[in-house]
Each structure stands twice: as structure tokens, then as C-alpha cells.
T-cell receptor, first 115, second 113 residues
Framework: DAGVIQSPRHEVTEMGQEVTLRCKPI?????LFWYRQTMMRGLELLIY????????DSGMPEDRFSAKMPNASFSTLKIQPSEPRDSAVYFC?????????????FGPGTRLTVT | EDQVTQSPEALRLQEGESSSLNCSYT??????LFWYRQDPGKGPEFLFT???AGEEKEKERLKATLTKKESFLHITAPKPEDSATYLC??????????????FGKGTMLLVSP
């Protein structure tokens, strides 16, 4: 398996612009997670899905952030409008069903810079 | 609230100099403790899951151990390629539903030749 795929790998945008990050989880995994990583706060969970349904979005910082999972092989994280404080590395991770283990497998991340 | 504290924040070793990284945790019932390795510019890579006190797991030069309050990642005779940030995460037991992972901030390990 190719592992979790994320695109783009790097994104530089100006404040106020819309940003869309994309993720393809590992085939057969039931759970998908979006994380944000910064030096100050480490890895923070933003939202997670089970079988394409959003379960917990309490980590989403503001209404400017939204996430969707239209099918089992694709998810997006959108920031509109973007702000400089959104600059971070965003990771997508996937995990198999609970009876097959709880390990999460991470993608390579998208480094977002908002100027 | 679940908490994970990793120490030290950074560790510099000479090649071959064995040492241990610490992960202290507070959780209302542990389902699992996870160790990850993260290289610069990459996503965390899964290493081990430990489920109960006394459990040990090994992979090459790494051995992870677990007690009721902390986990150690022992690195035996490290090589420069072991240089990375090592992350620890805990997952609490829940009666129903999925329990998400709480991550520590990591220990940055640098092994010099």
C-alpha cells in the first residue's frame, strides 16, 4: 500500500485566501484524522471521521476551518479565510477498525505558510 | 484530562552511547501507549503499541517498556540514523465510542558519529 497520501506538500498563500488540503487514507481503514503540528503546541487533533462521518470536531479552532469526507478514499480540510496564525504543518492519519488495532498511520504532511 | 509529558526535550548522544527517553502519562484507564518516530519534514512513523504494565517490545536498537505511570524508550548502541524526534501518545479506555490519542511534545534525539 502507498500509505496515506497528502497534497499539496507545501502551500504558501496570502492572508484572506482560501486553502484546501487533501488526503487519501490507506485503503480499508475506517478512521481518518486531521492534525495540526506547531513547535509551541505539538500535535493537535482537529477532527476525525469514522466511515466517512465526522465524529468529533471539537479541535477545529474556528468556523474558518471545515472538513469533509465525501467517500472512503478522500478527505479535505479547508481554511477560509486563512490567517498567518494558521501557519503550521497539517497531517492526515488513518487507522483500521477498532478490532484490528488503534495504531494511526500518518501522511507526509502539508506545510502551510500564510503571509 | 489525559496528559503526556516527555523528557528530556532534547538529547545528544555519541554513536554507541546507550540511553533512555521517558514518557510520563496521566490517563483515566489506559487502553494503549504508542511510540512514534518523526524525521524532519515527514509524518510520524508508528513504532510500538504497549497495552499493559510490564509489557516490552523491541525493534532493532529500540526497546519500549511500560509501567503504570510511565514508559521508557531504551536505545542501545545508537547510530546516527536513529536521530529523530520520538513521540509518545496515550489512548484512554472508553465504555463506548472511539478514544482519540493524546500526544506528548516529543524528545529530539541527535546521535553524533
Amino acid at each position: 500500500d502507498a500509505g496515506v497520501i497528502q497534497s499539496p506538500r507545501h502551500e504558501v498563500t496570502e492572508m484572506g485566501q482560501e486553502v484546501t488540503l487533501r488526503c487519501k487514507p490507506i485503503s480499508g481503514h475506517d478512521y481518518l484524522f486531521w492534525y495540526r503540528q506547531t513547535m509551541m503546541r505539538g500535535l493537535e487533533l482537529l477532527i476525525y471521521f469514522n466511515n466517512n462521518v465526522p465524529i468529533d470536531d471539537s479541535g477545529m479552532p474556528e468556523d474558518r476551518f471545515s472538513a469533509k469526507m465525501p467517500n472512503a478514499s478522500f478527505s479535505t480540510l479547508k481554511i477560509q479565510p486563512s490567517e498567518p496564525r494558521d501557519s503550521a504543518v497539517y497531517f492526515c492519519a488513518s487507522s483500521p477498525s477498532r478490532d484490528r488495532g488503534y495504531e494511526q498511520y500518518f501522511g507526509p504532511g502539508t506545510r502551510l505558510t500564510v503571509t | 484530562e489525559d496528559q503526556v509529558t516527555q523528557s528530556p526535550e532534547a538529547l545528544r548522544l555519541q554513536e554507541g552511547e546507550s540511553s533512555s527517553l521517558n514518557c510520563s502519562y496521566t490517563v483515566s484507564g489506559l487502553r494503549g501507549l504508542f511510540w512514534y518516530r518523526q524525521d524532519p519534514g515527514k509524518g510520524p512513523e508508528f513504532l510500538f503499541t504497549l497495552y499493559s504494565a510490564g509489557e516490552e517490545k523491541e525493534k532493532e536498537r529500540l526497546k519500549a517498556t511500560l509501567t503504570k505511570k510511565e514508559s521508557f524508550l531504551h536505545i542501545t548502541a545508537p547510530k546516527p540514523e536513529d536521530s529523530a524526534t520520538y513521540l509518545c501518545a496515550v489512548q484512554a479506555k472508553k465504555h463506548s465510542g472511539y478514544s482519540t490519542l493524546t500526544f506528548g511534545k516529543g524528545t529530539m534525539l541527535l546521535v553524533s558519529p
